[in-house]
């Protein structure tokens, strides 16, 4: 073991406690991936990251730095908030990306671009797989989530890497209201990402929009902030004619958190962005 550079990011949010909180492990190159996963479930947020140099093809195509993303339960291939504040901390640290303004980052998933705009980051929203959801599961997920049919406008499976069953609901207060069953959906198996679209969205100056994560299968009953959801979300939404091409999200009130999430489609990419602050700084013997 040896002393690290470590970071606890809180993401999506300029207020310490406000957003959702990812550790970072910086100069992580020599950990095996049995010492990554033994601290990421030491630690118990919902995910931790490990910064790496990249790999030579990831080099080669432009990457300034890799990345591995893990949960208490095992590696993810990509997740939003890790991504944006480990961006934040890599940074922060000094570091310097190889295109003005442009960060290049390698994960399992692939390159991800994150665009530096005044005080936020946005990353690029990976390709998404949609498709509609089996007919009998939306029942099954609608009875553990307390939503009733006539609540439900829309449904469709989104997978940018995570796997999320989308659910387009009829009011903020239909969101906000949910007490699901997660030991249901648990056993479901799948998570799900409620949302709303208020008439409100096209005004991006405040929230429009509000969402909440509810991921029991990943290990994690309710996500404060979720970029990969919002990622995915936004995907279908726009795509859809369901939402603006510019709007914030409100996610966390629920959990007593006050995250912020901006969406922005401009030449067929969608980027999720927010801020971040830096809320613990040091080392870590790891």
């Not at 406000?18 to 492990?25: Q, S």
């Not at 029991?216 to 859809?240: F, K, Q, Y």
């Amino acid at each position: 073991m040896q002393p690290r550079p470590f970071k606890q990011i809180d993401v999506f949010s300029d207020r310490p406690g406000d957003g959702n909180p990812v550790a970072v492990v910086l100069q992580a190159e020599d950990l095996s991936d049995a010492d990554m996963r033994r601290f990421a479930a030491w630690m118990n947020l919902s995910e931790t990251t490990f910064l790496l140099p990249p790999t030579e093809a990831g080099r080669a195509n432009g990457a300034d730095y890799r990345l591995r993303i893990f949960s208490p339960q095992g590696e993810l291939p990509f997740a939003g908030h890790p991504t944006l504040g480990t961006c934040h901390a890599w940074l922060q640290a000094g570091n310097t990306p190889r295109q003005q303004g442009l960060v290049v980052q390698e994960c399992a998933l692939g390159l991800v671009r994150i665009r530096r705009e005044d005080h936020t980051l946005a990353f690029a929203a990976p390709p998404l797989t949609r498709s509609a959801p089996s007919p009998a599961l939306v029942p099954l997920i609608a009875s553990a989530l307390g939503v009733r049919p006539a609540q439900i406008l829309g449904t469709q499976l989104l997978d940018n890497g995570p796997v999320w069953l989308g659910m387009l609901l009829d009011s903020a207060d239909t969101v906000l209201g949910l007490q699901p069953d997660h030991a249901r959906l648990m056993d479901l198996g799948q998570s799900v990402g409620v949302v709303h679209v208020g008439k409100e969205a096209s005004d991006a100056s405040r929230p429009g929009v509000v969402v909440r994560a509810f991921a029991a299968p990943m290990g994690n009953r309710e996500d404060p902030v979720t970029g990969s959801l919002n990622a995915s979300l936004a995907e279908w939404l726009i795509a859809e004619g369901l939402a603006p091409h510019h709007y914030q999200v409100a996610q966390g009130e629920c959990l007593g958190r006050a995250g912020r999430v901006h969406i922005r489609q401009d030449d067929h990419q969608v980027w999720v962005g927010g801020r971040s602050v830096t809320c613990i700084e040091g080392t870590v013997l790891l």
